[in-house]
Each structure stands twice: as C-alpha cells, then as structure tokens.
C-alpha cells in the first residue's frame, strides 16, 4: 500500500542538487567534500574520472532502472534489473537509493521475500552509518515494516521497530507519506501481535499527523483505531475521536467510519447486542473488504468481558446463574470469563439463594427460579498495574512528538493546529 510514486516524486526533489541533499543528510561528517563523506576519499585513477560525474551518472542510472521496475511484470525482470544495479549502489546518493529500495518492496508479490528483505535490510543499515539510526531512514523503514509483516518475521519487525524513535527523528528529512507508511504498517505489525497498547499509539499518532487531505492510510487507521481501542480497553468515544481530527476532514472520516462508529456505539451496551449483530451482517462485506473483519471478531470475543466490568461497577457478589443470564450465555461459560478476565479477580462458593429479583445493569432483571444452594461468585477489579509514572511518560512522549509536527517545514499549512487537537486524539493507552 505505500505510495512509492509519491516517495519517488519527494527524492526527485531532494536530488536535483546532489551535493545539498547529501550535505543536508550528512552534516555531521565533516568532510570538505560532500561525495568525500558518502564515497570515501578520491582516488586518481589516471583517466580524469570525477567524483561529482560518478555520482550524477550513478543516480541518473538508478532513477532510470527504477523507472523501469516500477512496470516489471515477472520475477526474472525485476532479478535483471537488481543484478545490473549491485555494482553501482555503493556509489548511490541516498535518495535514489531510498527510491529503489521503496520500489522493490513494491515489487515484493514478484519476487522471493527471502530476497527483497535482505535488500531492504542492508540499505537501512547502510545509511544507518552516514544518516544515523533516526533520520531520513523512513523511506526504506516502512518498505521493511512492510516486507516483515508479509513474511510475519515477528523477530526482526519488533527489532525493526524498537530501533525507529520517531521523537529522535528529524521530521523535516522525510516526506508525509513516509511517516503514515510506517505508522500504518507499525500498527498492522502490533495489532497482530496483539499488542494493542503500541497499535492504539502509533494509529493515534498517524491519525494526528496533518495532511492537506486525509490520506487512506489515515482513514484506515482511523476505522481500525476503533476496533484496537474496544480491544485495549473494552471502550471508545467516538465522538472524542472525532473532535480530534482536523474539522476540515472531519465529515470525511465520519463518513468513511461510519459502518464502525455504529458499531463501537452498541458495543458496549448488553441490550444493544440485537443491534450490534445486525450492523454485523448489514456491513460484513465492508469489514472484509476493509480486511478488518478479523479485528471485528476479536473484538465480539471479547464482549462478554466487557460486559463483566459493568457488573463489577455495581455488585461484589452474585449468584453464577445472574451472572450467566446478563451474559447471555451457560453458567460453564459464564465460569469460564469470570476466570480468564484479566482485569477481574473471582471467587466461586455455595450459598442459599433467596427468592428476591436482582436488577442488573441495562435494564436486565435476574429472578430465581428456586429458593436452593446455588454457586455464588465474588468479584472485584485487578489492582491496576499502570503506574502513574508510565502514564506521564507516555504522556511526555506524545507531546513531544506532537511539538516536533508542528516544527516540521514540510507539513501542510494546517499543522500549527497540532499542537491544540493532540491532546483529544491521542489517548495513552488503558
């Protein structure tokens, strides 16, 4: 899904005057030469040749390869094209380099993945030695985070991402375009994993960074952002969300959401659940053209543990027969999520059951059928784990990269605004 047209347009750009962009890129080297920094020093080979000529020759060659994997049709075609390209790619700039490494990830249906990785892998740490670890390494970054979670070479992705500090980086060197790929691809990483906490960060994140218009990497972070908050946190304001995001799009992301904002609204309510699973049947086609359909079905898995948290709001004890009815479900089911909810603890014993109707939550009404012994559950919430330290990093960690948006020369016009809606858009994670 990354735009490598727009990746290439953006290196195009940086390009045209080589010795900037790489003086630019390099300004730590301290060469006097900019190629001096990237090639080594000059060596006469007795022909006259010229540094600045090689480099020219070399980018002009790469661009035009490029040019032509971008229409390759077969594995052979793009393997010719790579193998023309080894011996000259020590001597690339880095933005021609950026381009066909983005290019090739294109490419990966064509080729094997065990070869457009390692391709991939070696131009990030390549660069790593002139650009360091945090720079302009996204253009490569996200086509890796990409190839990664096709191969689900879990290991390396995590690795991958660990290293990416996007609050070290400066945002000035990269395209837009560059940063959602590799938030997006981040989040689809994590949510796999089922990391939810880190998707719900790096969704957020994408869905703060100011576009002219909303980008569909954004508008699907946004529809899968709601599902991962239901996840990690059995709850969602859509409405908040909402809010959040830049009022000149706003009505385009209600729109495009619209099918999960119905959804995240009756999620939460037990006497809703009618509704819930109609909006189920009357929009599965999108959630699976959307690819999101298994995200749907985590999220009804994990409604019945939702569901338990509103009892625990109101009762420290209650007959396992109540507890199965509110639940819709078997007292062995109901047993079941009581033990394996993460965030409630349960005690079961026996007790007499007294012929008196228990209101619960929504409206629901338990009445025994017999006065007997009955099993009995006791249930409290687990001690929150979440430190308020944690929370205030977390906290500093969005601000700051909210603060080094708003400092970035090549966002749009709107993003000054940042800094004010952040705050309601990018939650910390329950």
């Excluded at 995590?158 to 938030?183: F, G, H, I, W």
């Excluded at 005690?347 to 009955?374: C, H, M, R």
Aim: charged share 20%.
């Amino acid at each position: 899904m990354s735009s490598t047209w727009n990746l290439l347009e953006a290196s195009e750009r940086a390009e045209r005057d080589t010795e900037h962009a790489v003086e630019h890129l390099l300004p730590f080297m301290g060469a006097g030469v900019p190629d001096e920094a990237l090639l080594g020093p000059f060596v006469e080979d007795g022909q006259g040749a010229d540094r600045k000529v090689v480099v020219l020759v070399s980018k002009h060659e790469s661009n035009n390869r490029t040019a032509e994997l971008r229409h390759a049709k077969s594995q052979q075609d793009v393997r010719k094209l790579e193998d023309g390209l080894k011996e000259i790619h020590g001597t690339l700039p880095p933005g021609p380099l950026y381009a066909w490494a983005n290019a090739l990830s294109d490419k990966g249906r064509l080729i094997s993945r065990t070869y457009a990785s390692p391709f991939l892998q070696n131009a990030v740490e390549t660069q790593s030695q002139f650009s360091g670890a945090h720079s302009a390494l996204l253009y490569v970054r996200d086509g890796l985070t990409q190839q990664y979670l096709v191969q689900r070479d879990w290991h390396h992705a995590n690795e991958l991402l660990e290293r990416t500090d996007l609050l070290k980086s400066d945002l000035n060197m990269m395209p837009y375009q560059a940063v959602l790929c590799y938030l997006y691809y981040s989040g689809l990483v994590y949510s796999v994993q089922s990391n939810y906490s880190s998707a719900n960060r790096v969704w957020s994140w994408c869905l703060a960074f100011p576009t002219d218009s909303p980008s569909h990497l954004q508008l699907d972070s946004l529809r899968k952002l709601i599902l991962i908050k239901l996840l990690n946190s059995s709850r969602t304001s859509p409405d908040a969300m909402l809010r959040g995001l830049n009022p000149a799009s706003r009505s385009q992301f209600a729109r495009q959401a619209q099918p999960y904002l119905l959804f995240a609204q009756s999620y939460g309510r037990r006497t809703d659940s009618s509704l819930t699973h109609n909006i189920l049947t009357k929009y599965r086609a999108q959630f699976e053209a959307d690819a999101n359909w298994g995200l749907i079905k985590r999220c009804m898995a994990k409604q019945p543990e939702f569901w338990l948290e509103n009892l625990v709001k109101v009762y420290t004890n209650l007959p396992l027969m109540a507890v199965a009815q509110y639940l819709d479900c078997t007292e062995q089911q109901a047993k079941y999520h009581l033990q394996n909810h993460g965030k409630i603890q349960a005690q079961f014993y026996e007790a007499k059951l007294t012929d008196t109707t228990i209101p619960l939550p929504d409206g629901i009404q338990y009445k025994p059928v017999s006065v007997e012994n009955a099993t009995f559950v006791k249930i409290c919430p687990q001690p929150s784990t979440l430190s308020a330290s944690s929370a205030l990093s977390e906290s500093t960690s969005r601000s700051q990269l909210a603060n080094q948006l708003v400092q970035a020369s090549l966002a749009p016009e709107h993003l000054a605004k940042l800094w004010s809606l952040h705050t309601s858009t990018l939650e910390p994670p329950s």
